[in-house]
């Protein structure tokens, strides 16, 4: 089974300022990873996925994600936050060979001007 | 491409009573997930449909918690009797197919209950 450990609950910052979001997970195969973006009242909605490949994954809205597989770490980043980047962020992880998403319980990010 | 559809948005009831959540996946999708994610913790599987069957419900409380998807479209899920531990929102998803692969799920809104 895998897990996902998502190290900050809440993450206040400044507009303009950089925001990393970090999430570790636990697999004892290979796995597929995956950030998803809540804003309030609001399903979930894709950042972005690690498959294969490029380590450094680009997503929407200027976010991107390194996989680190010696440190089974999946970081978040955006350089510069808008106050429309304020939201709920879940790291999830799936097997390869499985199809079962497990979620993090989340990082709330708050941007202040 | 219209998305994944869910009703009501917010729902209140009383312990013990019943209550229906609808969803419709997008249109073509044949795999459709409902999830029930608590305040402050991520979302989690209750049950997977791929057309009409069911691939999992190991997570789903079937004591109280069933669900249906008739003719592989729409789908229902229902609470009872409810209890205060089933206030939570309600999610649902779908994907193009539950084979193993790394398929992209879409989310529908949620619906918001509150058990009382």
């Known amino acids: 089974a895998q897990s996902v450990t998502q190290l900050d609950s809440q993450v206040p910052v400044f507009e303009e300022a950089p925001v990393e979001l970090r999430c570790n997970y636990s697999?004892?195969?290979?796995?597929?990873l995956f950030w998803y973006v809540q804003y309030p009242n609001q399903g979930l909605q894709l950042l972005l996925k690690?498959?294969?490949?490029?380590?450094l994954v680009k997503g929407i809205n200027g976010f991107e994600a390194e996989f680190n597989k010696s440190q089974t770490s999946f970081h978040l980043r955006k350089p510069s936050v808008h106050i429309s980047d304020t939201a709920e962020y879940f790291c999830?992880?799936?097997?390869?060979?499985?199809?079962?998403?497990?979620f993090g319980a989340g990082t709330t990010v708050t941007v202040r001007a | 491409e219209a998305g994944v559809a869910q009703s009501p948005r917010y729902k209140i009831i009383e312990k013990r009573q019943s209550v229906a959540f609808w969803c419709n996946p997008i249109?073509?999708?044949?795999?459709l997930y409902w999830y029930q994610q608590i305040l402050g913790q991520g979302p989690k599987l209750l049950i997977q449909?791929?057309?009409?069957?069911?691939?999992?419900d190991s997570q789903l409380p079937k004591d109280r918690f069933s669900a249906e998807r008739l003719k592989g479209v729409d789908s229902t899920l229902k609470i009872q009797p409810a209890k205060l531990e089933d206030s939570a929102v309600y999610l649902c998803?779908?994907?193009?197919?539950?084979?193993?692969?790394?398929?992209?799920?879409?989310f529908g809104p949620g619906t918001r209950l509150t058990v009382t």
């Open positions: 998803a779908s994907s193009f197919t539950s084979q193993a692969g790394p398929y992209e799920q879409y």
């Open positions: 697999s004892s195969v290979s796995v597929y």
């Open positions: 690690y498959l294969s490949g490029s380590t």
């Open positions: 999830a992880v799936i097997a390869v060979l499985d199809y079962k998403l497990s």
């Open positions: 249109s073509g999708h044949a795999t």
């Open positions: 449909f791929q057309n009409n069957g069911v691939v999992d």
